[in-house]
């Protein structure tokens, strides 16, 4: 740990610091049984999603003020409510539901229902969420219990996707940033895997190894596709398992769109020479910082989403690319000044406009969240791209 990140962090809760102890204990021992290297999409994963431990698995507050992070839903209403304006055309165009992925506390399920509900359209057969953490599944029961009981009725939590024949809309908000990802650096102008080893004091440290020939496989596929070659000692991220993942909800789609919301780039601006130290963050009590061997099981640790590989999973298993812009974009083309204007005192529209202002400002969320649209048996655009259509740079 650097003195900076020592400085900015407060200290683990004596509950935590058990918590964090036990999974470096489980990762120490699928050390020890690997030889002493783990990959770092091995240790991403365990952090994150070991059983019971894993920083999503277990009990703890992870969204909101009082958590580690805060998403768009959670900073307004009134992102879920533009994210409506796009969902309900979508409804009455192909009936079906809305399939949310990963609901953090059900904010945007529960705003997302009332404004279509208000709009008067159409409402989904049914609201499905699924959800892999346990105590973000309670939270968001609790939270949606409080929905008028028509709204309420038509939630349901899945533990897996549903089966082929899906009509309707996908929401996957901050979900492929904390897939597991692989890690590398430029050593003489090839790629060697970075992944995870222990100090002499039994502490996780970051240890480079020849490259795996998953990682290789990468390394054929994007390095072409560069328009210049990566400096010696550049260090980055590649996610293969964002293929898989875009690829099952292909599977699914029989008629709807996925949309995609997340913080990345298209691929050429993911890898740009001066981007060298990679587009890895942990989040610790509303702290970003880049060590993600420290507070494994209590901390998030994230990437950035190469938006290219997005696209290129989605094309590949059938979907077609609509739609890609910033949030900004998306934001104002779905009714954002609007919904802020019709405050209903000064009091109420400055509070929204402040909130507005988090949410498409450039230094703030507005230029590193974008949005992509994958579609199936759509005739018509989608109107959150009216504003700006950024598909070229993918």
């Known amino acids: 740990m650097t003195a900076s990140?020592?400085?900015?962090?407060?200290?683990?809760?004596?509950?935590?610091?058990?918590?964090?102890?036990?999974?470096?204990?489980?990762?120490?021992?699928?050390?020890?049984?690997?030889?002493?290297?783990?990959?770092?999409?091995?240790?991403?994963e365990l952090a994150l999603y070991a059983p019971g431990l894993g920083y999503y698995s277990a009990g703890s507050e992870k969204l909101g003020p009082g958590g580690d992070f805060v998403t768009a839903p959670e900073v307004s209403d009134l992102f879920s409510r533009c994210v409506a304006r796009q969902c309900a055309p979508l409804l009455a165009a192909c009936g079906g539901q809305i399939l949310e992925l990963g609901a953090g506390t059900g904010r945007m399920a529960g705003a997302l229902l009332t404004e279509l509900a208000a709009l008067g359209g159409a409402l989904p057969e049914r609201y499905a969420i699924l959800e892999v953490s346990a105590d973000l599944r309670a939270?968001?029961?609790?939270?949606?219990?409080?929905?008028?009981?028509?709204l309420r009725a038509r939630v349901e939590w899945l533990t897996q996707l549903p089966p082929p024949g899906f009509r309707g809309v996908m929401l996957a908000n901050e979900v492929a940033d904390a897939l597991p990802c692989r890690r590398?650096?430029?050593?003489?102008?090839?790629?060697?895997?970075?992944?995870?080893?222990?100090?002499?004091?039994?502490?996780?440290?970051?240890?480079?190894?020849?490259?795996?020939?998953?990682?290789?496989?990468?390394?054929?596929?994007?390095?072409?596709?560069?328009?210049?070659?990566?400096?010696?000692?550049?260090?980055?991220?590649?996610c293969p398992r964002a293929d898989a993942w875009v690829a099952s909800l292909a599977d699914v789609v029989e008629r709807g769109a996925v949309l995609l919301f997340d913080y990345g780039l298209p691929r050429r601006h993911y890898y740009h020479p001066q981007r060298r130290t990679g587009t890895l963050r942990c989040h610790f009590r509303q702290r970003a910082h880049d060590d993600p061997y420290i507070n494994v099981g209590v901390q998030d640790i994230t990437a950035w989403v190469d938006f290219t590989r997005l696209a290129q999973a989605g094309a590949a298993g059938g979907l077609e690319v609509q739609g890609f812009a910033t949030q900004t974009a998306f934001l104002l083309a779905t009714g954002l000044e609007a919904l802020t204007a019709a405050a209903v005192n000064d009091v109420e529209r400055a509070r929204l406009a402040g909130e507005a202002r988090r949410l498409i400002m450039p230094e703030e969320m507005g230029e590193a969240f974008k949005v992509l649209a994958l579609t199936r048996g759509l005739e018509s655009a989608l109107e959150g791209f009216a504003l700006q259509d950024l598909r070229h740079l993918l």
Request: glycine letters at 8%.
């Open 5 to 44: 990140v020592q400085q900015v962090l407060p200290p683990l809760s004596p509950d935590e610091a058990r918590h964090s102890e036990a999974l470096a204990g489980v990762i120490r021992e699928q050390l020890r049984q690997a030889g002493g290297w783990l990959s770092f999409e091995r240790f991403m």
């Open 139 to 150: 939270r968001q029961q609790a939270h949606l219990a409080r929905l008028p009981h028509e």
């Open 184 to 238: 590398f650096v430029v050593r003489n102008g090839a790629w060697q895997e970075l992944g995870v080893g222990l100090d002499e004091r039994g502490a996780f440290q970051e240890r480079a190894a020849p490259a795996s020939a998953a990682l290789l496989e990468q390394y054929v596929r994007i390095v072409p596709e560069l328009p210049a070659p990566l400096p010696e000692g550049y260090v980055s991220e590649v």
